[in-house]
């Protein structure tokens, strides 16, 4: 009894398992979200692309970087021109010569987007973002033009950058988050372009930015039923069901790994 008693008043071992279960939990929500070339090879793989070009840009002859970004911009006077170079180039540069913030823009939407989508349908949102709200801009830049609302020399501003690209895989990552993420996804969205509109007052992105946004709300319908798809399929090499060397612990114990990761993609 005098025993019993002792050990009455320490943590004992479901205690003890439940504080390692805790710590387990949150290794595993921290590493699944960690950009890696197996799980984001469209996000890391356009972020090395991005940082030579801004690189390029620092250390290169102003004149020739002046050159090449005019060669890629999509601005009317090159879509009309050259359109398929205009819209494949224009998103190889950042506006402006600092990278860093792009590393945290991508972290947080595209790498996120590709691993509940995979990196094909990841990179099929940025390109219907960046060529939709390109498109649409430009051509609202052409009409002015046409009117008499703007001078001609509107045809021929620089227009680079890969904003467009991230506020559509933002907009469709918000779909795949639950009501209280999506919201704050969306208002975070809303607030950058408001402040961007008020700010800047260039008709461009003023247009672009929304259209890039809500072109990956289009996308909800089909990105959701296909993170539901990925959420399903086993791990290759795994049999469905519980492994012989994973035993049943009893209620209340953490569940086995590939069970974790499957409720971490939905959060």
């Known amino acids: 009894m005098a025993g019993l008693r002792s050990g009455a008043g320490r943590a004992g071992p479901p205690y003890g398992m439940l504080r390692h279960g805790l710590r387990v939990w949150v290794v595993d929500w921290l590493l699944a979200r960690v950009p890696t070339p197996r799980r984001n090879p469209f996000a890391l793989g356009y972020l090395a692309v991005v940082c030579a070009t ?7 002859d102003p004149g020739l970087v002046l050159r090449l970004q005019q060669a890629s911009s999509s601005d009317a006077h090159n879509l009309l021109q050259h359109p398929l170079r205009a819209l494949l180039f224009s998103g190889f540069w950042v506006a402006g010569t600092i990278w860093m ?12 987007l590709e691993r509940r989508v995979g990196p094909g349908r990841a990179a099929a949102v940025f390109a219907a973002g960046h060529v939709g709200a390109t498109l649409l801009s430009q051509a609202v830049v052409i009409a002015a033009v046409a009117d008499g609302r703007l001078a001609s020399g509107a045809l021929d501003h620089l227009d680079i950058g890969v904003s467009y690209g991230v506020l559509a895989s933002l907009g469709a990552l918000a779909g795949l988050l639950r009501p209280r993420g999506r919201l704050l996804a969306l208002g975070l969205a809303v607030t950058l372009i408001v402040q961007q509109i008020a700010g800047d007052r260039d008709l461009v992105t003023g247009i672009g930015h929304p259209a890039a946004l809500l072109a990956g709300v289009a996308l909800w319908g089909r990105l959701r039923r296909t993170a539901d798809r990925r959420l399903c399929r086993p791990e290759p ?17 953490s569940a086995p790994a590939s069970g974790r990761a499957a409720l971490l993609d939905r959060m």
């Open 54 to 60: 801004t690189t390029f840009a620092k250390l290169a």
């Open 101 to 112: 913030p792009y590393l945290w823009a991508f972290a947080f939407t595209v790498a996120p």
């Open 237 to 253: 090499g795994r049999r469905a069901g519980r492994r012989r060397s994973e035993p049943a612990g009893p209620a209340g114990t």
